[in-house]
C-alpha cells in the first residue's frame, strides 16, 4: 500500500516551518531592521529638533542665564585691552575660566559684542563633540547605527536633562576638547600623541576647570598598559598644567587664583540629597539603560579597564567623579549633567557591543540575537528621555 501523506509533507523538501531555525532567523533580521530603522529616524528627530531650538534662542537679546552675561561682559574687557580679572563686583556673579571669554574677543572686532556670537560658538562646539562621539564609537564598534544613535542619545539627553541647547557656555567647548584627547591618547602611538593630548587637556582645563578630572582620569589610564607614555604624560601635565598656571597666575595677579579655586571651593556644601538626586534621578533613572549596561561590562572575563579600549572606562569614572562635585555647588542647575549626557552616550554603546560579543559566543545564541538585544536597548533608552518632556509642550 502506499504511504499517506502528511500535511507536512505536501509543502515540499524546501519549505519553511513556523518553528524552524530559518523562520526564526528571519523574524530577527526583519525585527533587528526594524530596531535600526527606528534608532535612525529618533537620532535625526533629535538633530533636527536640537536645532530648531537652538537657533530660535540664539538672536533673543537677553541673556538666558547669568553665565551668559559674564562671558559677554569678560570678553569685552579682553577685546578692549583691559585686565583680564579683576574683583569682582557681585560675589555671586559667575566666575569663568579665560578659554571661552578669550575665544569670543577674537572675535568681536569681526563680528559684533551680540549674544548671538557666544551662543553661536556653545552650539558649534556641541556638534562637533556630537560628530566626534558618532566616529568614536564608529572606530571602537564598526557600526554605524550605533554610532549615530549614539550622537542622538547626546543631543536628546543634552536638549531634555541638561538645560537645552542654545545657551552660551564652556561645557561644550571643554567637552570638545577632553574627547579630543581622549582620542589622541586612544587611537596614536609613541610620544607624539602624549604631547598633543596634554596640550588639548590644558586647553580644556583653561576652558572649564572640570576637566581637570578628565586628565587625571586619562593619566591613569596610561598606568596599566602603557607605563612609558604614562611618565611623559606625567611630566607634559606638571610642565604645561603646572608650570601654566604659575605663569598666569604672575601676569594675571590674585584674581585669577580666585577665580581658579577660592571661587569653587567658596560654593562648596555638603548636599547628601544631591548626591541621591545625581545617581538616583539622572544615573540610574533618565540615563539608567546606559548606566546599568556599563555596570553589567565590569562582569566580563576581559577586565574592562585594561588595553587601548579601557581608556573610555577612565573616562567615565571622571564623569561620575566630576558630576557628583557638581552636585555639591550651591551654583548646581541642569547644566551640570551636560558632561554625564556626553560620557554616558559614549561609553553605554561601548559597553552594549562588549557585553553582545559576549553573549555571542554562548550555545544557542547568535551574533544576529545580541545585535538586537542591544538595538532594542538604545531605543529603550530613547524612550527613557523621551518621558523628560514637559506636559506643556503637549
Not at 563686583?89 to 574677543?105: E, H, I, K, N, Q
Not at 538645560?163 to 589622541?184: F, H, K, N, Q, S
Not at 602624549?194 to 588639548?200: C, H, L, N, P, R
Not at 561590562?297 to 557638581?326: C, D, E, H, K, T
Amino acid at each position: 500500500m502506499a504511504e499517506p501523506v502528511s500535511a507536512d509533507n505536501t509543502m515540499g523538501p524546501t519549505a519553511t516551518r513556523a518553528g524552524s531555525p530559518i523562520s526564526t532567523t528571519r523574524k530577527r533580521r526583519m525585527f533587528t531592521r526594524f530596531l535600526r530603522i527606528l534608532l535612525w529616524t529618533a537620532s535625526a528627530t533629535a538633530a533636527v529638533a536640537f536645532l530648531i531650538v537652538a537657533i530660535r534662542r540664539m538672536f533673543i537679546a537677553t541673556p538666558l542665564d547669568p553665565i551668559e552675561g559674564a562671558i559677554l561682559d569678560h570678553a569685552l574687557r579682553i577685546s578692549n585691552g583691559g585686565p583680564w580679572y579683576v574683583e569682582p563686583v557681585d560675589p555671586a556673579a559667575p566666575v569663568l575660566m579665560p578659554g571661552f571669554p578669550f575665544l569670543v574677543s577674537l572675535l568681536m572686532p569681526t563680528f559684533g559684542t551680540g549674544l548671538w556670537l557666544p551662543r553661536l560658538l556653545s552650539l558649534l562646539a556641541a556638534l562637533a563633540a556630537v560628530a566626534l562621539v558618532i566616529r568614536i564609537v564608529q572606530a571602537e564598534c564598526l557600526d554605524w547605527t550605533l554610532a549615530v544613535a549614539s550622537g542622538g542619545l547626546m543631543l536628546a539627553g543634552y536638549a531634555l536633562l541638561a538645560g537645552g541647547p542654545g545657551v552660551a557656555r564652556p561645557e561644550p567647548i571643554m567637552l570638545l576638547l577632553v574627547l579630543a584627547g581622549y582620542w589622541t591618547l586612544r587611537f596614536t602611538h609613541g610620544f607624539t600623541g602624549v604631547v598633543v593630548a596634554v596640550v588639548v587637556f590644558a586647553a580644556a582645563s583653561l576652558t572649564q576647570l572640570t576637566a581637570v578630572w578628565f586628565t587625571a582620569a586619562a593619566g591613569v589610564s596610561q598606568a596599566f598598559d602603557e607605563r612609558k607614555r604614562l611618565v611623559a604624560f606625567a611630566l607634559g601635565v606638571a610642565l604645561v598644567h603646572g608650570g601654566g598656571y604659575a605663569m598666569l597666575s604672575q601676569l594675571w595677579g590674585p584674581w585669577f587664583n580666585d577665580a581658579t579655586w577660592n571661587a569653587l571651593l567658596r560654593t562648596l556644601q555638603f548636599d547628601p540629597l544631591g548626591l541621591l538626586h545625581y545617581a538616583g534621578d539622572a544615573l540610574l533613572g533618565k540615563l539608567g539603560v546606559l548606566t546599568l549596561t556599563i555596570v553589567l561590562s565590569f562582569a566580563l572575563p576581559n577586565p574592562a579597564w585594561r588595553a587601548r579600549g579601557g581608556i573610555w572606562l577612565y573616562l567615565g569614572i571622571a564623569m561620575v567623579g566630576a558630576g557628583l562635585l557638581a552636585t555639591q555647588s550651591t551654583r548646581v542647575g541642569p547644566q551640570a549633567l551636560i558632561p554625564t549626557v556626553t560620557v554616558l552616550a559614549l561609553i553605554g554603546p561601548l559597553s552594549m557591543q562588549r557585553v553582545m560579543k559576549h553573549l555571542a559566543t554562548w550555545p544557542g545564541s547568535t551574533r544576529l540575537a545580541g545585535q538586537g538585544v542591544v538595538l532594542a536597548a538604545l531605543a529603550l533608552q530613547f524612550f527613557m528621555l523621551l518621558s523628560s518632556l514637559p506636559p506643556s509642550l503637549f
